[in-house]
């Protein structure tokens, strides 16, 4: 199982918060986290699940593995800037967002278009087909579900 | 100038006639128009634009040139899927979405993360930022009142 | 029929003059060219091209249309880098290699992977498969003679 | 640090012994294995080292996890099709070619554009740049002595 949990890479404490602990529930199913491996969101998350022990990936913008935040694993240095959301989208199973902006909403869309499963925590919420949740709790058992149910 | 026009790959009659109109304008004010390549408001656009003497680009997600409408100048086979939207977003001056679904969706986006104009009919209404207009005639004058200014 | 011409992209005098007329007789058998959109044996294609009243393509790695040569008329700004490569090899029906180093290669090579022709002057001269040529002529001969029979 | 072994999703047994060798050397020296994900060479170097307690990272072509060899860790589908190669060659911190065809050629000539070590068995002798070397172990002290000298 391969999650990704997206959002912006730089955030407030509660958003923080929110994606280290959604990072952890991941970890804590043996799911492998995969991130955009920046700060922010993607940081946050990627603390949560390495501090249980889990496996991060960073599928990074850019070509310096120095970029990646210090909590992922394996960094994979795409060179594609943008482009490299929609490789999140697709090596995920499902997909988590956490607040974000543009960058977060073409990663939904993307995920959307594969029929991806796309829960959402304070992000984008007009969007026909998110998956509104509260907490990394809710989303996380969302996600199994839609996941067991496939 | 080049000018981009999003939708989806096959619509409804209107929303056929109000992409072959989008196309046909920007031809006219001596735009290059730049599309997915396949069909629906991008085969009309296209339509639109060639008939009107304009050059259409066709950005194609897959491998072979028989993919492009039979409007599109210059076939572009990225081989990306897809990815490719991205591309579309990255050199186009403006976008000017009709419609769609979250491929468009997609596109918009990532627009928007680049600060790039997006102009839409009777597409996602409720992206902020997005500049939603009723008409081609209208989009068009917005585009070059934005292309002007900047 | 799209040809691309793929080189360095600073060059010598002797190697401008030979992709100049490569990119003129493209231009005066109809054909599209493409082209990596930058300086040296690209600039020198479009040139060619341009001045006998063809069509060039610019398929740029960056994400700016500045970063063209003036020859260009179609300008798309992949900001893939070096990946745009692949979209060049994927889009002609033959590519003409003149002199080049290592990205040249790459395109040679996937061109290859891609079985489509590609006819070298002065450049990777031990690649099994490249059909090496010692004139613009010649390669243009070859091209329309492939093209024709397949 | 991340190497990568590159070369043909099909291979006689001889050239799949060198691969798994290799990938199993990678693994006992701590580093993390990147390769195409899919048969052959890249199958091989993925079951040294999976075998030897590596962790194995496989950047796909296509969109299925499915496609992956059985000793991949991380599956990362791209859906790029054969530009997944520029990511593979942008990633690693150097490349073992082992054998291997045109795709192989075009992720060496992408990691020497790089500037990165590229360290070749029995695979493409003519290219300037390579470094030829008999036996998986060779191939490692290579990496390991550019690798710290770097």
Same mark, same amino acid.
């Given at each position: 199982?391969?999650i990704?949990v997206?959002?912006?890479?730089?955030?407030?404490?509660?958003?923080?918060?929110?994606a280290e602990e959604a990072g952890k529930l991941i970890a804590e199913?043996g799911g492998i986290l995969i991130t955009?491996g920046?700060?922010?969101?993607m940081e946050a998350a990627s603390k949560g699940a390495k501090e249980a022990g889990g496996t991060t990936v960073g599928? !990074?913008?850019?070509?310096?593995?120095?970029?990646a935040n210090r909590y992922v694993d394996i960094p994979? #240095? #795409?060179?594609?800037?943008?482009?490299?959301?929609?490789?999140?989208?697709?090596?995920?199973?499902?997909?988590?967002?956490?607040?974000?902006?543009?960058? #977060? !909403?073409?990663?939904?869309?993307?995920?959307?278009? !594969?029929?991806?499963?796309?829960?959402?925590?304070? #992000?984008?919420?007009?969007?026909?087909?998110?998956?509104?949740?509260?907490?990394?709790?809710?989303?996380?058992?969302?996600?199994?579900? !839609?996941?067991?149910?496939?």
């Open positions: 199982m391969i990704s997206i959002g912006d890479g730089s955030c407030n404490n509660d958003i923080y918060m929110i199913k955009g920046l700060g922010g969101v599928i !990074l913008p850019g070509f310096s593995r120095e970029d994979v #240095t #795409t060179g594609l800037s943008h482009a490299r959301n929609i490789i999140i989208a697709r090596s995920a199973d499902a997909l988590i967002a956490i607040s974000g902006g543009y960058g #977060t !909403l073409s990663e939904i869309a993307i995920a959307m278009k !594969l029929g991806k499963p796309v829960i959402g925590i304070k #992000t984008w919420g007009n969007i026909e087909g998110i998956i509104n949740v509260n907490s990394p709790d809710e989303a996380i058992k969302k996600v199994l579900e !839609l996941l067991m149910s496939s």
